[in-house]
C-alpha cells in the first residue's frame, strides 16, 4: 500500500528489481518520496485517486501483464492525471511516438543520464502540482454552481450574457426587483463582486456551455 500522501511523490514501475532499487535510491537522493511496483497492475491497485499531491510516474514501456502503453492510457482517465516518464532498453520509434502523443513527459533509452532524469521527474511534479491546484479550484466553482437554484442559474447565464436587468426580467416573465434578489444570491454563493469576475469563473468552470443551452 501506499502510505505516505503528503509530499510529492514519484512511482516506479518497472518489472527489474535491480532498476527500481537503483532508480528510487536516485529519487531519494535528491530528496524526493519514492514508491516502487513491479508491475503495472499493482501499481493501479495501489494508486490514490483522485491524486491528493503532486506526483509522477518513471515508468518501463515493456513489461509481462500490462505494458507501459496501456498503463499510461489507463491512467488518462483519472482526474489529474499523474505525468509520465517513459524508460526503456530497446524503445522502438513508434512506441516512442505513441507515448509522446499520448502525453507522455518524455521517452528515456537505457542508459541514460541520471540529471536528465531527475530534470524530466521535477519538471513533472510541477506541472501535475498546477494542474491539481487547477482541478480543485474547478471542482470548488462547480459545487458553487449546483448549490444556486435553478432560477439563479438561469439568473446568472443571462448576467454573464451582458443582459441587465429589465432585459432578464421581461425574457423570464419576473419582476426586474425579484431579478436583483436572484442576482445578489448568485455573487453571494458565487463569493465575487463583480460582474466581469462572475463571467470568469464560469468560463473557468465551464458554464458557458450552460450558457448557450439556457439562453
Not at 510529492?8 to 524526493?32: G, K, N
Not at 526503456?88 to 505513441?98: A, E, K, L, R, Y
Request: hydrophobic share 45%; glycine share 6%; with cysteine.
Amino acid at each position: 500500500m501506499i502510505e505516505d500522501l503528503s509530499a510529492p511523490t514519484v512511482y516506479i514501475v518497472d518489472d527489474e528489481a535491480s532498476v527500481c532499487r537503483c532508480l528510487a535510491r536516485m529519487v531519494r537522493q535528491a530528496r524526493l518520496e519514492a514508491r516502487t511496483f513491479s508491475s503495472a497492475e499493482e501499481f493501479l491497485a495501489a494508486r490514490p485517486a483522485p491524486w491528493p499531491h503532486a506526483a509522477c510516474l518513471i515508468l518501463d514501456l515493456q513489461m509481462p501483464g500490462l505494458g507501459g502503453l496501456e498503463l499510461q492510457q489507463a491512467l488518462a482517465s483519472d482526474l489529474a492525471p499523474c505525468p509520465v516518464i517513459f524508460i526503456s532498453g530497446n524503445g522502438d520509434i513508434p512506441s516512442t511516438v505513441q507515448a509522446m502523443r499520448q502525453g507522455a513527459v518524455t521517452f528515456l533509452t537505457k542508459p541514460f543520464d541520471d540529471q536528465d532524469l531527475l530534470k524530466a521527474v521535477r519538471d513533472a511534479i510541477e506541472t501535475h502540482r498546477t494542474l491539481i491546484e487547477s482541478t480543485s479550484q474547478v471542482q470548488l466553482l462547480r459545487r458553487q454552481i449546483d448549490s444556486l437554484t435553478e432560477r439563479e442559474r438561469e439568473v446568472m447565464a443571462w448576467v454573464i450574457s451582458g443582459a441587465l436587468n429589465k432585459q432578464i426580467a421581461d425574457e423570464l416573465g419576473i419582476a426586474e426587483q425579484t431579478v436583483k434578489v436572484h442576482r445578489g444570491r448568485v455573487m453571494e454563493k458565487m463569493h465575487v463582486v463583480s460582474v466581469a469576475q462572475l463571467v470568469r469563473i464560469s468560463v473557468a468552470a465551464g458554464f458557458e456551455a450552460a450558457l448557450k443551452q439556457g439562453v
